[in-house]
């Protein structure tokens, strides 16, 4: 494929490790990654890349190990405005207490536009390329995604009540629709139908949303089996499971995207696993919200493709990969009581390939592969608490700090190098986030 | 009890925040922590302390949470050199076909005073200022630790059979008898004794113990319950449950640190409030060992003292305090189905003044408190991942990234300032774990 003589190109990374996780490629050491116009070109022994190629710019990425770029597959970014706002609380007192009640005194669309900047700033810095959003203005995040330069998929928040972002269910599929306009100019941008939880959508919407999806042919993602109670009410409200409700409805299959998933019957994975429905694991806001454990190991055992997602800022309370995959890592052993559960490449698997198939972008991002987006985290693996470097998926899972991440790109494009963020000005960030919190205390203390 | 007219005293400490984590003190909004030889004078608002102190040093802490040093009450130090050598992998098999074996072949004294450094330089990193170590070479890191200056508990390697530190447990009690000797010139080191666990340890040894601690006094930190299957096999073996076992020898009580503990009866808990004994949780290698989970909730409901700890880097594989907290906190929500179990502040308790006193330190450390060492942790919280701050507990359990720890001290000497180790050579430092990891691949590959 490639000429005898060298190939000019954009870019070249010279790795100490590489992890392409495609499916069945192990950790290489000393590879060189060409990148040209956006695109990875392909990836040599370094010394036979350097021969191959002739390239603009060199990363002398000498310590580092280098990964597809990560991939959050659940998230509420606007949300970040909120961190630690309401701790220690279950679910359900979280949300009709404190979070709702919080959310609807303050999110306004210029709200959640500077969260969802805090939000992928942190997220950036933190080797994350591509996530997923779901929350009350999507049509006010489209900018400031694009300025940013994350690849995303918007999830439009349906719900049955009035919300900040719509009056009802069907007002919800409206705007959707017109945010299909909104995003067509923006190539790194997608849609997903949010529909938020079986319990805040009645059968009419239900069906009214597969009538939509049939339409516009978006994936949809939404809250599914998050909780015990939410299982028991509704099979009390319905007779059936909420996710044989959802099946029967039309909605299970390959775009479905069912968010937490704590709660499994034989028969709900059986249906799962038939549909080829993803389901999108959220360990830390699920500890932290005792909404229950996802049986990941079972669930990869039956083949049935798992992502990986911090869930918002108020439930974790940060939006950090590394940390997360760790959290993933450690308690599907723990919960399955099987050391050998979800082992380290398992666990980089699910916060890079699997989180971009299951958001229906796995021919773009998520490996490391000629023709894919040059979506791509550097992290240097020279620091304390990484040294030494047995294997390297050992040191990204269970030891690295998301600090040690110095360079992220996004379709080849530089967002993260040597640990600093480009093209954003961080202290002006830092001095919006401050702005925003002053204007929230004064309100919540009148 | 302070003089009218101002005092002079070495140091002032500007907190933007400061938690003392004194048994009844909430967090504290722009206070000035004085410090004169090594001691803690007191603290004040800020602006009465600029009246009442005249310090040689200020540091302008005016974006941080200060805290007490954390302790990491139960770690491996030296196996810092061994992190990631083998993951994934159930306790025994761990230990039998891959950790012992290392052990045996590599960790000779100055392999595990190397090992050593390296963790202490990755502990002062992110906060730690004691911990509590049980490692093969006790008398061969005691110059390390006092040179490095952190606070520390050593416990000597006790176990029945030939290890590289002792021929015997006989042999263990002998030496750890010289050992007193040995660390008598370094006040910030004290020393324990460190039975493996029950199922290495005979009835005629722990006699031997138990005699052994009346003559010299010092405390007892042992793993124990740590898997089921060690609780079963002791039952079958000595017909009741280990901790009864060491219950009868005569070794539990104040001085007594049970490490672990995911086992645990109604009649086992009541056997350790009764004693007073202290319990050492670890839950990211009780997960990644999948050793069980300790009923954290249950234990702290009862008024048992619980304490925090990474464990070694290989059962981890950080020694991040930090990290451990939040899993910790997540943890005791996820296993009790308790949203509100172990809130951000009890989960800084347990790694700060419960670790103090959990090693017999509770007098000298684990408290911002007059009178006590100035063992003092500063965390920069002005940071994408932990802004806005709406509480600076929640920010420092579950959303701070440890490298966020700007300031350090031990007994009033700094360790860390601006995120910079003091007095120890970094990179040399990296160089000999390179070294030392060529030493290891040239070996284990040979």
Same mark, same amino acid.
């Given at each position: 494929m490639l000429p005898e003589a060298a190939q000019q190109v954009d870019l070249l990374l010279e790795c100490r490790w590489l992890l392409p996780m495609t499916d069945d490629q192990p950790s290489l050491e000393w590879q060189g990654v060409a990148i040209d116009k956006g695109l990875i070109v392909g990836y040599w022994p370094l010394e036979e890349a350097r021969q191959r190629v002739m390239p603009d710019r060199v990363h002398a990425l000498h310590q580092h190990a280098v990964?597809?770029?990560?991939?959050?597959?659940?998230?509420?970014?606007?949300?970040?405005?909120?961190?630690?706002?309401?701790?220690?609380?279950?679910?359900?007192?979280?949300?009709?207490?404190?979070?709702?009640?919080?959310e609807a005194r303050f999110m306004?669309?210029?709200?959640?536009?500077?969260? &969802?900047?805090?939000? *992928? !700033?942190?997220?950036?810095?933190? @080797? $994350?390329?591509?996530?997923?959003?779901?929350?009350?203005?999507?049509?006010?995040?489209?900018?400031?995604?694009?300025?940013?330069?994350?690849?995303?998929?918007?999830?439009?928040?349906?719900?049955?009540?009035?919300?900040?972002?719509s009056r009802n269910f069907t007002h919800g599929l409206e705007k959707t629709r017109a945010l299909t306009d909104q995003i067509r100019p923006f190539p790194a941008l997608s849609l997903a139908f949010g529909p938020h939880a079986p319990y805040t959508v009645s059968d009419e919407s239900l069906?009214?949303?597969?009538?939509?999806?049939?339409?516009?042919?978006?994936?949809?993602?939404?809250?599914?089996?998050?909780?015990?109670?939410?299982?028991?009410?509704?099979?009390?409200?319905?007779?059936i499971r909420p996710i044989e409700r959802l099946h029967r409805a039309g909605l299970l299959g390959p775009g479905?995207?069912?968010?937490?998933?704590?709660?499994? &019957?034989?028969?709900? *994975? !059986?249906?799962?696993?038939?549909? @080829? $429905?993803?389901?999108?694991?959220?360990?830390?806001?699920?500890?932290?919200?005792?909404?229950?454990?996802c049986p990941v190991k079972v669930l990869l055992d039956q083949g049935i493709p798992v992502a990986l997602g911090t869930d918002g800022a108020c439930s974790n309370n940060d939006l950090d990969m590394f940390d997360e995959m760790k959290t993933a890592a450690l308690l599907a052993k723990g919960h399955s009581g099987n050391a050998q559960a979800l082992p380290a490449m398992d666990a980089l698997a699910m916060?890079?390939?699997?989180?971009?198939?299951?958001?229906?972008?796995?021919?773009?991002?998520?490996?490391?592969?000629?023709?894919?987006a040059a979506d791509i985290t550097a992290v240097d693996l020279q620091a304390l608490n990484t040294v030494p470097v047995h294997h390297p998926e050992s040191a990204l899972v269970y030891a690295v700090n998301s600090r040690q991440v110095s360079h992220v790109m996004v379709a080849g494009k530089l967002l993260l190098e040597h640990g600093q963020l480009t093209g954003i000005d961080e202290k002006a960030l830092l001095d919006t986030v401050a702005q925003r919190l002053s204007e929230m205390t004064t309100e919540y203390t009148q």
């Amino acid at each position: 494929m490639l000429p005898e003589a060298a190939q000019q190109v954009d870019l070249l990374l010279e790795c100490r490790w590489l992890l392409p996780m495609t499916d069945d490629q192990p950790s290489l050491e000393w590879q060189g990654v060409a990148i040209d116009k956006g695109l990875i070109v392909g990836y040599w022994p370094l010394e036979e890349a350097r021969q191959r190629v002739m390239p603009d710019r060199v990363h002398a990425l000498h310590q580092h190990a280098v990964i597809p770029g990560l991939v959050n597959a659940h998230n509420h970014a606007g949300m970040s405005l909120l961190r630690g706002y309401a701790d220690d609380l279950p679910l359900m007192s979280w949300l009709n207490d404190h979070i709702w009640p919080a959310e609807a005194r303050f999110m306004r669309g210029d709200f959640v536009a500077d969260g &969802t900047r805090l939000a *992928m !700033a942190e997220m950036i810095r933190s @080797g $994350t390329t591509t996530f997923s959003d779901m929350y009350l203005a999507p049509e006010d995040v489209v900018d400031s995604i694009a300025e940013f330069g994350m690849r995303a998929q918007l999830c439009t928040p349906l719900i049955d009540f009035d919300i900040p972002w719509s009056r009802n269910f069907t007002h919800g599929l409206e705007k959707t629709r017109a945010l299909t306009d909104q995003i067509r100019p923006f190539p790194a941008l997608s849609l997903a139908f949010g529909p938020h939880a079986p319990y805040t959508v009645s059968d009419e919407s239900l069906t009214l949303l597969a009538r939509a999806q049939q339409a516009l042919g978006l994936p949809i993602q939404m809250h599914v089996h998050e909780t015990a109670d939410e299982v028991n009410q509704g099979v009390t409200a319905a007779g059936i499971r909420p996710i044989e409700r959802l099946h029967r409805a039309g909605l299970l299959g390959p775009g479905f995207q069912a968010v937490h998933m704590t709660q499994l &019957t034989e028969s709900d *994975m !059986a249906l799962v696993k038939s549909t @080829g $429905t993803s389901v999108i694991h959220c360990p830390q806001s699920n500890l932290k919200l005792a909404s229950g454990m996802c049986p990941v190991k079972v669930l990869l055992d039956q083949g049935i493709p798992v992502a990986l997602g911090t869930d918002g800022a108020c439930s974790n309370n940060d939006l950090d990969m590394f940390d997360e995959m760790k959290t993933a890592a450690l308690l599907a052993k723990g919960h399955s009581g099987n050391a050998q559960a979800l082992p380290a490449m398992d666990a980089l698997a699910m916060a890079t390939r699997e989180g971009a198939r299951a958001l229906g972008l796995g021919d773009i991002t998520g490996q490391i592969k000629t023709g894919y987006a040059a979506d791509i985290t550097a992290v240097d693996l020279q620091a304390l608490n990484t040294v030494p470097v047995h294997h390297p998926e050992s040191a990204l899972v269970y030891a690295v700090n998301s600090r040690q991440v110095s360079h992220v790109m996004v379709a080849g494009k530089l967002l993260l190098e040597h640990g600093q963020l480009t093209g954003i000005d961080e202290k002006a960030l830092l001095d919006t986030v401050a702005q925003r919190l002053s204007e929230m205390t004064t309100e919540y203390t009148q």
